[in-house]
Nanobody, 117 residues
Framework: QVQLVESGGGLVQAGGSLRLSCAAS????????MAWYRQAPGRQRESVAD???????NYADSVKGRFTISRDNAKNTVYLQMNSLKPEDTAVYYC???????????WGQGTQVTVSS
C-alpha cells in the first residue's frame, strides 16, 4: 500500500487561508481518485473534495467556492487550498486515495485545522 502523509494544518483566524498537502510514498498517477475528508469532534467523517485521475472535481456544498483540490503527479502530491476559512471548518483533515495500489482505499494520519473566530 502507498503511504499518505498530510501537512499544512494549523491555527488560523476566520477569513484566513491554509494549504494542505498530501504526499504519497509512490506514484499517484494510477489512483482513480484522490480526496480530502474531514472529521470534527463528535461528528462523522465527511467528504470535502475529490478529484479523479481525469481531473474532474467534486466539492461539498459547504466548501464550494472556497476550497480547491489539485494534484501534482510529478511530486506525487495532492493539495487542498482553503480560503475564507470559517470556524465550522475546524476539523482533522484526512487525505484519501483509491486505486490498484490503494485498494480499497488508503488514508493519511490526518492534520488538524483550527479556525478561530
Amino acid at each position: 500500500q502507498v503511504q499518505l502523509v498530510e501537512s499544512g494544518g494549523g491555527l488560523v483566524q476566520a477569513g484566513g487561508s491554509l494549504r494542505l498537502s498530501c504526499a504519497a510514498s509512490g506514484s499517484i498517477f494510477s489512483f482513480s481518485a484522490m480526496a480530502w475528508y474531514r472529521q470534527a469532534p463528535g461528528r462523522q467523517r465527511e467528504s470535502v473534495a475529490d478529484q479523479t485521475r481525469a481531473g474532474s472535481t467534486n466539492y461539498a456544498d459547504s466548501v464550494k467556492g472556497r476550497f480547491t483540490i489539485s494534484r501534482d503527479n510529478a511530486k506525487n502530491t495532492v493539495y487542498l487550498q482553503m480560503n475564507s476559512l470559517k470556524p465550522e471548518d475546524t476539523a482533522v483533515y484526512y487525505c484519501n486515495a483509491r486505486g490498484p495500489k490503494c485498494f480499497p482505499q488508503c488514508w493519511g494520519q490526518g492534520t488538524q485545522v483550527t479556525v478561530s473566530s
